[in-house]
């Protein structure tokens, strides 16, 4: 939990010695013209915005393509759409512009969320869970297979989780052979439930991810690597789950469900199935126009334990896409299914660690 919170102390340091404040972000000397709100804008995502090694977006070419549509004349609604237009262009989902009517959005992510999902909940409630399935704080669970899987569905990762919980949820199936984690449709949220969930799994301390802050105006201004490791695990602990672990990830897992995906590096006993996540790494900073509109800016980039960069997306270990066929004319959802298969016979898991 330290690490996390150096982070966003480091963070929050580095923006301060970089633009002074937030306030200081709306200087006097700039009236609040169309033209000086969109150069301002540009200018700001051009010197903080820490994606643009991964994004393949040409700035200079959006800028050019862009500020001929701007005229002091323009009313306020075509301002903003403009200036949506050039942020929608990384196809960041922690990218927002916020203006007196209306919040921009990235149409991609939103696209992947609601058209790409993987999952049909009431599915999963109806023919898995059942209706009398149980809940421990966030964390909603039932087993199959006659208890030999823990399933365990996390909706939002904005919901508390408790050490407490967890190890009693553990205890409830003492003839599991493994768990199935769904995080399906998980839009993120706090990355200390990360930990929590983690501190169950076999750990020594080991390296999860690094971390750098976007600390200067240059492409290369970046603070050191920061190191968050998994949590420790006492001596002799009872309650921790050394089983596999399948992880159920698809296009509507964003921000720290991305994050939890490449924590999953880290241990040997955890593989991810499903789809591609629609990524989400960095975590967003805020910052003010001249006209007053609030901006969401990315200032921190992520590398997972194999050093790749996966602001895009974090990919499956096993790829696999929901059959919508037979969850409308079976009420069967395959990944699920596919998932208890491999979980009752774990020697056909096949990982990046094996």
Known sequence: ??????????????????????KMLIVDDISAT?????????KKFDQQYAMFDVKGVDWNAMYDSLYPLVSDSMDADSLFSVCATLLNSLHDGHVNLYGNYDVSRSDSIQYNFYAQSDIDVNTVVLNYMGLNYHVAGGLAHSGLCGDSV?????????????LGQLRHLL???PHAQGMIFDIRGN???????????????PSHGQPLYTTQIKSGPGPDDFTPLQTTYAPLVADGDTDIFTKPVIVLID??????????????????????MGDTTSGGLGLPSMGVLPNGWRYRITVTRTFAL?????????????????????????????????????????????????
């Open 34 to 42: 169309p033209t000086n709100t969109f150069g301002y804008l540009w």
């Open 1 to 22: 939990m330290q690490k996390i919170v150096t982070l966003f102390i480091l963070i929050l340091g580095t923006l301060m010695s970089f633009t002074s404040c937030e």
């Open 306 to 354: 194999d050093g790749g960069n996966y602001e895009n997306g974090v990919p499956p270990d096993i790829p696999l896409r929901l059959d919508w066929e037979k969850v409308h004319l079976q009420g069967r959802d395959n990944i699920i299914d596919s998932a208890c298969t491999l979980l009752l016979n774990p020697k056909q898991i096949t990982t990046r660690n094996n």
């Open 251 to 272: 296009r509507g897992c964003f921000s720290a469900a991305s994050s939890f995906a490449i924590c999953t590096q880290a241990y040997d006993n955890i593989t991810l």
């Open 150 to 162: 823990i399933y365990i569905r996390y909706g939002s990762f904005s919901n508390a989780i408790g």
């Open 171 to 173: 205890r409830s199936y």
């Open 187 to 201: 839009g993120g949220g706090n990355i200390q439930n990360i930990h929590r969930f983690l501190s169950l799994m």
